[in-house]
């Protein structure tokens, strides 16, 4: 059997250091504080998995799961006309790139998990790419069932998730909000941290029991964790989890052409 392949971010460092990119066949977790450019990576990595192979995508579709209405189709043509101008000023382009990508947009984990689930035998077949859950934590908000059983279902749902990435081989990322704080080079965000949200909705219905069951289905769930952050002005990904790199940290900005070096 061939080794599943990576989706390259085009950030060189990130890149290398993830020996080719986001790896297909595991949850990628992307977290940092509100406004740092979890989104634009998304939309940026989107792009990458729809772009056709002669402009160095993989030609592929994506299935972008928009828990907070944050996704801009329009931002991410603006994106694609300056990053990949050549691709994009070819006849019809934009448009087909936009209909490569499924935006859903699931008002419970559970609907969301349902349609993945019709869906996930024959995702890799269908030229799926790449599934994005943007982000994950309003999507936990949404469990309406309380206490221990909700535990159980949210590892069960969490569970879920990692196995779609296995069973179909394609990468999927997950994003997360964390409060921005100010935290020396070594440190690394607790679960209860990660589990945290700004939003009030959200963090009401994540309970303490809540938070912790998350922490520990969580950890077993995610196999590379990117943490954004910023330190003096600048932008920073930091590779916080991965089984092949040292904690590393990557600069970089935002622009019209998105998430760049
Ligand atoms: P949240 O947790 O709230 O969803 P996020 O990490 O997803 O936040 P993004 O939406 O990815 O944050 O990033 C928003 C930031 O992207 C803005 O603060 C702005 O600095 C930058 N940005 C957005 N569009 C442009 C643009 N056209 N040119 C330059 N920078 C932009
Ligand atoms: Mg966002």
Redesign the pocket.
């Known amino acids: 059997e061939r080794m599943a392949g990576h989706l390259p971010t085009c950030l060189k460092g990130l890149d290398n250091a993830l020996c080719g990119g986001i790896p297909f066949g595991v949850v990628t977790e992307l977290v940092?504080p509100?406004?740092?450019?979890?989104?634009?990576?998304c939309l940026k990595l989107s792009l990458l998995a729809s772009l056709p192979s002669s402009y160095g995508g993989l030609d592929g579709s994506v299935i972008y799961i928009d828990t907070?209405s944050?996704f801009s189709s329009r931002?991410m043509i603006?994106i694609g006309y300056n990053s990949f101008p050549e691709a994009f000023h070819a006849e019809g382009m934009a448009q087909e790139m936009a209909g490569r990508i499924l935006v859903l947009r699931p008002t419970s984990l559970s609907e969301f998990t349902d349609s993945l689930q019709k869906i996930k035998v024959s995702l890799f077949q269908h030229g799926v790419k790449l599934l994005i859950i943007d982000?994950m934590a309003a999507l936990l908000a949404g469990e309406g069932v309380q206490g221990p059983q909700r535990q159980h279902s949210l590892g069960w749902h969490i569970s879920f998730i990692k196995s779609v990435a296995e069973f179909s081989r394609i990468p999927v990322v997950v994003?997360n909000?964390v409060r921005s704080q100010s935290r020396d080079e070594t440190s690394h965000y607790s679960f209860q941290e990660l589990s945290r949200v700004d939003r009030p909705e959200a963090t009401t219905n994540l309970d303490s029991h809540l938070v912790a069951a998350l922490g520990i289905h969580w950890a077993h769930a995610v196999s590379i964790r990117l943490v954004?952050e910023s330190r003096s002005g600048q932008r920073f990904i930091k590779l916080a989890k991965s089984p092949l790199s040292p904690p590393l940290a990557f600069p970089f900005n935002?622009?019209?052409s998105g998430i760049s070096l």
């Open positions: 940092g509100a406004g740092i450019g979890k989104t634009q990576f907070e944050k931002r603006e982000s994003t909000q954004f935002i622009t019209s």
